[in-house]
């Protein structure tokens, strides 16, 4: 057997450099870079092996783990699931800086690779610097936090055991069903050792991401129900989306004439202005589309996890006689709300399902139903977005001025606060990658660092972020890193001067805005003081953004026009009217109130909680 002699973190390089993907005839890098933090724990690992393969696999230098592999996991949700990113951190805090972001892919669905360094596998000079000991095993370390989080885990103990691993890893990376934080720990000593590695597992290695087709009795009872349905409805998940299944969803529509809700992941699914698009699901939805929900007899769920966004937590579908049909990769999710489960790739199922169904058609009354309301939902945001003439511009009217400017490939992306409600509802979306929105972990955090990986994975289209003051309080580091790679994304940053969403949340639920609010503490001991003197332009600025501070929605457009015409990352700031805000979408959401409690104002909220959760329904 031929062999070369590697350590640990140089086999691991050379392998990822010759990994690819492939679906439908197109090839494309599995692992297209590395981001990286250096310490004791890799550096003289991984760092040395980035050093002598830079030009196989180009290392990126991040500013916060975390950051980091969000930006990894954007990058692959841009890239519908079939590319992604690696990271590698020292031991201790800067692997478990990946840990939120790590549960963020996992929970999205989305493919991340971390190689997190790990204590000495030899165990002899512990503890090292940052490692965690434990009287009872020695036998962990805190990567063993990474394993509830990770769709795949180990840990390199001995350089021989990275063959199998590195292949095991892989396989869960590309695999749409299965994907998600994939976490392959090596110890800092381990990183460093050399073995004769097997030459054949450098070679360039393709992995196919098919397309499996359904059973076809499932597929048999799923047209069966539809064949049936008077008033049936789709829901548009981000199966839609990673399946590349949109022109297939549009054929089957055109066809049958369901009429299609999207869910956060699946918007973009149809073009906003489609006739058959009747807007968005459940507590961020639209009002129409969710009437169309409350009574509908057959719900076919496309690629969606049925999340309690989109389910209103479990209110959502009233008809006594409901049956759902699940067109998923993922046999779990096929199978909730006991549903039809079309196990199988949602563009071959939608193909597949269009031909068994092909003499079917909604009844026309629940087409024009469907219609009426989507349309006068349309007539609504038109108010909504426009401007209302108050001292500061609404949220709704910065959205609706950033979609008018954008252009219809441009990407959005956003993750945290009320504007993903807002976007979700406002936005009109005219392309299936327009609309990149993190709501599965809703990780505030996410958006600077997202809109980095998606414009990484996405060079030939312009990325406009939205961002609270909140998360950009929490998270903005990445702005440096978009500076220093020139990479030019657009950040529009609403200031409403704190937790606005919560505010609005905490008030709906009698806990009046408690803690919620960015003020000094008052003479009441609450933080009912002055306004803090957070400056979000002066800090922007230090990480080397261009800034620009419109005030009011024509300057908004100028900067967008000059962000749009500069080379460099910019930060909008957007001082809003945190007032402004706009509600009802019908839908219900379960977020529990205090059953006894001293205030009237919750007392008053628990009621309507205990009204609102009788409707709440299993689905067995
Ligand atoms: C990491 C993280 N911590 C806490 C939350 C809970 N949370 C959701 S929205 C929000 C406030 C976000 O504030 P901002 O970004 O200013 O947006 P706004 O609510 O004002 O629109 C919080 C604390 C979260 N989603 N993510
Ligand atoms: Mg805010």
Redesign the pocket.
């Known amino acids: 057997m031929s062999t070369r002699r590697l350590t640990v973190a140089q086999a691991t390089i050379e392998f990822l450099a010759q990994q690819y993907t492939e679906r439908d005839g197109r090839q494309q890098r599995l692992v297209a870079g590395v981001f990286g933090i250096f310490g004791h724990g890799n550096l003289a690992g991984f760092g040395q092996a980035l050093l002598q393969t830079q030009s196989d696999l180009r290392y990126y230098q991040a500013r916060n783990e975390q950051a980091m592999v969000h930006a990894a996991a954007a990058y692959a949700k841009q890239a519908n699931r079939l590319s992604t990113l690696a990271c590698t951190t020292s031991i201790g805090p800067g692997a478990t800086n990946m840990l939120?972001a790590a549960a963020g892919a996992t929970i999205n669905r989305v493919p991340v690779l971390l190689l997190p360094g790990d204590i000495f596998a030899t165990r002899k000079v512990a503890p090292v610097l940052q490692q965690l000991e434990a009287g009872w095993t020695q036998d962990i370390s805190v990567n063993d936090a990474f394993r509830p989080v990770s769709k795949y885990w180990d840990r390199i103990n001995r350089p021989e055991q990275l063959v199998t691993s590195l292949i095991e890893a892989m396989r869960v990376l590309v695999s749409p069903a299965e994907t998600g934080a994939v976490t392959v720990a090596v110890p800092q000593d381990v990183q460093a050792e050399a073995w004769d590695f097997p030459s054949e597992l450098f070679s360039k290695r393709v992995w196919r991401v098919t397309r499996p087709r359904p059973d076809v009795t499932v597929l048999a009872e799923a047209a069966h129900a539809i064949a049936g349905a008077k008033r049936p409805v789709i829901i548009a998940g981000g199966g839609v989306i990673y399946s590349d299944a949109t022109a297939a969803l549009m054929r089957f529509v055109e066809a049958t004439g369901i009429p299609v809700g999207e869910t956060q992941a699946g918007k973009g699914s149809l073009p906003f202005d489609s006739p058959h698009l009747l807007g968005s699901f459940g507590v961020s939805g639209t009002p129409g589309a969710n009437e169309i929900a409350r009574d509908a007899d057959v719900v076919v769920g496309i690629g969606t996890r049925y999340t309690d966004f989109t389910t209103a937590s479990k209110t959502q579908f009233q008809n006594p006689e409901v049956v759902f049909v699940n067109i998923n990769i993922t046999d779990f999710d096929a199978h909730k709300h006991a549903g039809i489960p079309v196990v199988g790739d949602a563009r071959a199922v939608l193909d597949e399902l269009a031909e068994l169904v092909s003499e079917y058609r909604v009844p026309a009354g629940h087409s024009a139903r469907a219609r009426a309301l989507s349309n006068s939902w349309r007539d609504e945001v038109a108010v909504l977005v426009s401007d209302a003439g108050t001292a500061l511009p609404s949220?709704a009217s910065v959205i609706g001025v950033v979609n008018r400017f954008s252009d219809a490939r441009d990407v959005v992306v956003c993750?945290?606060?009320?504007?993903p409600g807002d976007l979700h509802r406002l936005w009109q979306s005219r392309d299936p990658k327009g609309y990149h929105m993190e709501y599965g972990?809703?990780?505030?955090?996410y958006?600077v660092a997202g809109g980095l990986g998606a414009k990484m994975a996405a060079p030939d289209r312009e990325v406009y972020v939205f961002?609270?003051?909140?998360?950009?309080?929490?998270m903005s580091s990445e702005i440096l890193t978009a500076v220093q790679e020139e990479i030019k994304i657009n950040i529009v940053l609403?200031?409403?001067?704190?937790?606005?969403?919560?505010?609005?949340l905490s008030e709906a639920l009698g806990s009046q805005a408690f803690g919620?609010r960015f003020k000094y503490r008052g003479e009441d001991g609450q933080l009912s003081g002055d306004w803090l003197p957070l400056d979000l332009a002066a800090n922007a600025r230090s990480l080397g953004a261009n800034v620009l501070e419109p005030r009011g929605l024509n300057e908004l457009e100028t900067a967008l026009k000059e962000a749009k015409s500069s080379d460099r990352t910019t930060v909008i700031v957007v001082d809003i009217d945190?007032q402004g805000r706009f509600g009802g979408s019908g839908a219900w959401w379960d977020v529990p109130v205090s059953e006894v409690s001293e205030l009237e104002s919750t007392r008053t909220a628990r009621t309507a909680y205990e009204a609102a959760r009788a409707s709440a329904r299993y689905h067995l």
């Open positions: 939120t949220q993750a945290a606060g009320s504007l972990f809703s990780c505030m955090g958006e961002v609270g003051d909140g998360s950009y309080a929490m609403v200031n409403n001067h704190g937790f606005g969403s919560i505010a609005a919620t945190a």
